[in-house]
Protein backbone atom coordinates (compact mmCIF):
# COMPACT_ATOMS: atom_id res chain seq x y z
CA UNK A 1 0.00 0.00 0.00
CA UNK A 2 1.08 3.37 -0.30
CA UNK A 3 -0.12 6.66 1.27
CA UNK A 4 0.12 10.29 0.79
CA UNK A 5 1.09 12.55 3.64
CA UNK A 6 -0.73 16.10 3.70
CA UNK A 7 -0.54 18.83 6.14
CA UNK A 8 -3.86 20.84 6.23
CA UNK A 9 -4.68 20.79 2.15
CA UNK A 10 -0.75 20.70 1.32
CA UNK A 11 0.38 18.01 -0.48
CA UNK A 12 3.93 16.90 1.20
CA UNK A 13 5.29 13.68 -0.01
CA UNK A 14 3.92 9.94 -0.68
CA UNK A 15 5.64 6.76 1.10
CA UNK A 16 5.14 3.36 0.70
CA UNK A 17 3.27 1.70 3.63
CA UNK A 18 5.78 -0.97 5.73
CA UNK A 19 4.33 -4.79 6.74
CA UNK A 20 3.54 -3.04 10.08
CA UNK A 21 1.54 0.09 9.17
CA UNK A 22 4.36 1.90 9.47
CA UNK A 23 5.98 5.18 7.20
CA UNK A 24 9.65 5.74 8.70
CA UNK A 25 10.90 9.71 8.21
CA UNK A 26 13.75 10.78 9.66
CA UNK A 27 13.96 13.73 12.10
CA UNK A 28 16.55 15.44 10.63
CA UNK A 29 15.77 15.42 6.77
CA UNK A 30 14.00 18.25 4.78
CA UNK A 31 10.64 15.77 5.50
CA UNK A 32 10.94 15.07 8.96
CA UNK A 33 11.55 18.60 9.28
CA UNK A 34 8.63 20.18 7.67
CA UNK A 35 6.20 17.44 9.80
CA UNK A 36 8.10 18.35 13.14
CA UNK A 37 7.29 22.22 11.87
CA UNK A 38 3.35 21.32 11.10
CA UNK A 39 3.15 19.63 14.13
CA UNK A 40 4.61 22.74 16.27
CA UNK A 41 2.18 24.90 14.39
CA UNK A 42 -0.62 22.98 15.91
CA UNK A 43 -1.32 21.60 11.79
CA UNK A 44 -3.55 19.31 10.55
CA UNK A 45 -1.36 16.11 9.41
CA UNK A 46 -3.37 14.01 7.46
CA UNK A 47 -2.63 10.66 5.98
CA UNK A 48 -4.37 8.88 2.27
CA UNK A 49 -3.70 4.99 1.98
CA UNK A 50 -4.36 3.83 -1.74
CA UNK A 51 -3.30 0.54 -2.77
CA UNK A 52 -0.82 0.63 -6.01
CA UNK A 53 -1.13 -2.74 -7.28
CA UNK A 54 -4.95 -2.80 -7.84
CA UNK A 55 -4.01 1.51 -9.13
CA UNK A 56 -6.87 1.94 -6.95
CA UNK A 57 -7.11 5.17 -4.67
CA UNK A 58 -9.50 3.39 -2.03
CA UNK A 59 -9.33 6.45 0.34
CA UNK A 60 -9.04 6.76 4.41
CA UNK A 61 -8.08 9.43 5.86
CA UNK A 62 -6.35 10.11 9.57
CA UNK A 63 -5.97 13.04 10.93
CA UNK A 64 -3.67 13.98 13.50
Known amino acids: ?3 DIFSDD ?3 FSATVGK ?3 IKVR ?4 LGKRILSAF ?3 RKI ?5 DACKNTR ?3 WKSF
Request: aromatic content about 12%.
Open 1 to 3: KNA
Open 10 to 12: DFL
Open 20 to 22: NGD
Open 27 to 30: KKSE
Open 40 to 42: DDK
Open 46 to 50: SVRVW
Open 58 to 60: RIF
